[in-house]
């Protein structure tokens, strides 16, 4: 009798063992797939040939789904209601149309976990289903932490197909994480915006008054020397550089186009914050409008190594960029190197959102604490390595080199109250790919001691650049000369910012 009731209390206990696993493996073989267990209470699973659709209306347990195998045209499609982690186990899957992982997470963080060691691949080859925001290798409702010690290759090859697509709030955590997306966009919407005609007799009084606003506070700005002095004879309007001749009509007062690309390609985008804090980071994108990173209200770098290389700005944000740590390089093609769209900058022209004036005190849009940035465009005017319109740069520790072009010589930079790390804007610098630039300490009569402060190596090529460089070791009331290839500029470092040509 005792022998009966031990056995039978046995396969009870192996039965609630069973049905208590916490971790779900899904296992990919071709055009099919397994899952085991299959059975999980309050975990809804559907297997159709390589696609996996699982639904965990389950709020105790907190599953881990572990994927592995291979498969040419399958899927992991997971909705959930409580917390969840995805474990990558060396894992090669690629989707012919839509995201091969689509989480569907609203209210709840998914961990995306990459296993010690492995090498894991996700691609998506077409992306038609845009709508429904499916046109990424991976999509996600919620916050989506990236973490483990192994690699992930995010693949978008279809035309209209990002990298990473997340809602809420995406941080990267250890691993190793390459982003390429090679597809063009589906459309661009090219419209006109702000133009009118222009009689230079007879301007309008508000704009008048607009302009002249903008003249106040450059010259405010060139007081405090904040900015290069402004040029060209008798500087119409206030505007640095003049403006063009006309012959009656200004065509535009702001840039004649606004590009609006439908089905973008970028690389990783978040609505909210996209955080780095350590691991290895590459992103690559090919086409117009696919940023590199883009994360809507901010982007925080506070560790590891990060490489953007893109078509469009290599990091933008609507919001404020911080820089806090770790080894960045941002190159863009044909767009700024960083971004930061911040609200609160200059006034905007008329035209240009007029009634979204921000008259709040004005914030630094690119925080740079710590780490070693390199951040250079080769688009040529008005483009730049560090972009925040008129907000400031703030600078309190790290090594930098920016190059751009800015507009004319007219970059974003920071301020004498924002550089609390001495910093200096270049102008005129030629950068040569492949030649060092070099930052040295040098004698009262302007020698380089051999003291090197600070070393780049571009890998594009500017003629006649805008470039910031920042360094530690800078120190007001020395003397530091500046090499790149043939070209030596030496200077006095007479303020926290100071001006080289």
Known sequence: ?????????????????????????????????????????????????????????????????????????????????????????????????????????????????????????????????????????????????????????????????????????????????????????????????????????????????????????????????????????????????????????????????????????????????????????KVTTESGGAEGIEGKKGVIINGGEVYIKSNDDAINANAQIFFNGGDVTAISLNNDAVDSNLEGGFPPFPGMDDDKKNTEPQKSAIIINGGTIRAWSQAGGPEEGLDCDFSPIEVTGGTVLSIGAGMGEMPSVPTQETAKQPTILVIGLKVVNGTTVELYEADAKGKATGTTLASFTPTIDFANSSSIITSPSLKVGKKYCIKSGSQTKTFDMKDKFTIVR
Do not use: W
């Not at 003049?242 to 970028?266: I, L």
């Open 1 to 281: 009798m005792r022998s009966n009731i031990a056995t039978l209390l046995s396969v009870v206990t192996l039965c609630c063992t069973a049905c208590n696993t916490d971790t779900i493996t899904v296992t990919y073989n071709g055009d099919k797939a397994e899952v085991s267990p299959n059975d999980f209470e309050d975990v809804e699973i559907t297997v159709k040939g390589s696609d996996i659709k699982v639904k965990n209306t389950s709020k105790e347990h907190e599953l881990t789904f572990v994927l592995k195998g291979k498969s040419n045209d399958g899927s992991f499609t997971l909705k959930t209601d409580n917390k969840a982690k995805i474990k990558l186990d060396g894992i090669d899957l690629t989707s012919q149309e839509g995201a091969p992982l689509h989480i569907k997470n609203k209210g709840h963080k998914v961990e995306l976990c990459a296993a010690d060691g492995t090498d894991n691949s996700l691609t998506i080859t077409a992306c038609k289903d845009t709508a429904k925001h499916k046109a990424a290798v991976i999509f996600a409702k919620d916050d989506l932490t990236f973490t483990g010690k192994g690699t992930l290759n995010v693949l978008a090859t279809g035309d209209g197909c990002k990298g990473i697509n997340v809602k809420e709030k995406i941080e990267i955590n250890d691993l190793t994480l390459n982003v390429s997306t090679t597809g063009m966009y589906l459309g661009e919407d090219t419209t006109r915006r702000g133009g009118m005609p222009f009689d230079p007799n007879n301007i309008p009084e508000d704009v008048k008054k607009h302009m002249e606003e903008m003249k106040a506070k450059f010259e405010e700005m060139q007081k405090n020397g904040t900015l290069p002095p402004m040029m060209g004879p008798g500087k119409p309007m206030g505007m640095p550089g003049g403006m063009p001749p006309t012959d009656g009509e200004m065509p535009m007062v702001n840039p004649p186009m606004k590009h609006n690309y439908t089905g973008t390609t970028k690389g990783i985008k978040s609505n909210k914050t996209v955080t780095i804090n350590s691991g290895k980071v």
